[in-house]
């Protein structure tokens, strides 16, 4: 079966075009699941023994999440074998992904953004440098692997905005607003130089080894400074992805603008944020609607008391 999975992750990364961090999630839910089987060739695989094994990592104290990713790279495995013709029925076509209650993503306040942003020292080559990343993160709501990957001939200045390939190397053009682009410009006018040390290096943020920025280098980065802006919440790059899109339909934004921002395949991926949404309408249905209460009653004091 091993054999099997490496075909398939050659067919997700050059086919499906799926990101490598996708093809090694897949892989290695795979390889658990070819080492439960490592005796049982592929064709002689049942609905029950995949059910077996499904129920085999719940007993082992599996999140619900983790399970249903292992059941969605089950289930592609298996499609695609039947699409390669190497097997004619597929075992795993009739189970269904259980229901996974989503968590609401926790968003930090306006307040705790601008604590955030404001602790990088301008002063250094450092504090610009990631002055800039963190602006540029918050501007945009790009993923990190996303930021790390932004290349200096992908920002265009004229218009404010900047390229960038999200998952399934899908391009989008996403605006970066005024105060980011200024951080970028003195990050490339005064800092980035001392960092490439003369080399040519196509990515934007560079370590001070004049190499690209890597996720782990930027989560580093952004632990200290939540720590020295004593934010007492989880801060992770996704945290600040969250505040972006929250922070936007606080202020009126639509949700398809919203999507289309965060590079979401699919609608249903920014309805988790539909709370934000719910919270604003009754906001305005409370302060605008004639029956909603705070109106009824101003209009009541009105009628008793016409000369006030």
Request: net charge positive.
């Amino acid at each position: 079966m091993i054999v099997l999975i490496q075909e398939f992750s050659e067919y997700l990364r050059i086919e499906k075009r799926n990101s490598p961090h996708t093809v090694e999630g897949y892989c290695r839910d795979l390889q658990r699941f070819a080492e439960n089987f490592s005796n049982t060739e592929v064709s002689c695989l049942t609905t029950a023994d995949i059910r077996d094994f499904l129920m085999m990592l719940r007993m082992s104290g599996l999140s619900p999440s983790s399970i249903a990713r292992s059941l969605s790279a089950i289930k592609s495995f298996f499609r695609y074998l039947c699409q390669d013709k190497q097997l004619n029925v597929n075992p795993a076509e009739i189970l269904e992904t259980p229901s996974r209650r989503r968590k609401l993503p926790y968003s930090l306040s306006l307040v705790d953004v601008d604590k955030l942003l404001s602790c990088p020292d301008s002063n250094t080559y450092i504090g610009l440098r990631d002055q800039a990343m963190l602006e540029v993160l918050y501007a945009t709501g790009m993923r990190v692997s996303e930021l790390i990957s932004v290349k200096g001939h992908n920002l265009n200045f004229e218009t404010g905005c900047l390229r960038t390939m999200g998952k399934g190397s899908k391009e989008r053009i996403v605006p970066i607003g005024r105060v980011a682009r200024r951080s970028v410009e003195d990050y490339l006018l005064n800092s980035r130089p001392v960092f490439a040390k003369s080399q040519k290096v196509e990515e934007l943020f560079l370590t001070r080894r004049a190499k690209p920025m890597t996720r782990q280098g930027f989560w580093k980065i952004l632990k200290s400074y939540a720590r020295k802006s004593n934010i007492k919440a989880d801060v992770s790059p996704h945290t600040l992805r969250h505040a972006f899109a929250t922070h936007l339909l606080n202020r009126g934004a639509d949700l398809r603008s919203v999507q289309q921002m965060l590079g979401h395949a699919d609608i249903s991926s920014t309805q988790i944020y539909t709370h934000v949404l719910e919270k604003r309408m009754l906001e305005v249905h409370d302060q605008f609607h004639p029956r909603s209460g705070n109106l009824v009653t101003e209009q009541n004091s009105l009628i008793n008391n016409p000369s006030s």
